[in-house]
């Protein structure tokens, strides 16, 4: 979606930034309801003038002309991740009929010092996701004989998945041959972040999750 730049110069110069990341971070709600009260006065003489803004749509229509190929997304929380995912696919997935592809996306889901790398989980909603126990299986069985090994892998019938450690860290590379991003991108990331955290768990006796993990698609 574009707007002439002298339209997008006028609204940056008019706009203050008020920064309550912390505030909401801690449930800061005094401090949040304050900066609205002190700034958000909508009676007052507007700052600049009304401008019709005429809204286009990229002039390629539907999809893009041509299937494109590889893109990196870096995330600490699912959420945002697939946001950014079903915005790429919209803009530049290649048009298919009934659906829009985009073929190998990366996205790196960085979990390093957090619980989990989800907002919130709903255990009744992610019920039927567990997979077979012989991933998990194969997996900590090779990396128990040799924790620096490549050769943690195991072949599903739709996805690769890879278990790596690199000095302290337990990274997971899962190839996906094909998914729904708009309606299971999140299921898929649930599944797989268990399975990391259950290798982490078998290899350490411990309960704390992995430190980082890495998804591809």
Known sequence: MLVDRGVADGVRST??????REAFKAYNIDLIIRAIRENYRPGRRPVRPLINVKVRESERGGGWVLPLVGAFIYERDTYRSWVKLVDLVLNYGFDKGDYREFIAPMVVIDSV?????????????????????DVGKAIINELRINPYSMGA????????VQGVISGDYYNQ????????VLNDWCRQLYRWWSLAKSVVDALTGSSTPGTAWVLWQ
Do not use: C, N
């Not at 706009?15 to 309550?20: A, K, M, S, T």
């Open 153 to 160: 892998v195991y072949h599903g019938s739709d996805y690769l």
């Open 173 to 180: 590379v899962v190839y996906l041959r094909s998914v729904d």
């Open 15 to 20: 706009v203050r930034v008020i920064d309550l």
């Open 113 to 133: 010092g957090k619980p989990h790398p989800f907002r919130r989980l709903s255990e009744a909603g992610l019920r039927g996701l567990a997979l077979p126990a």
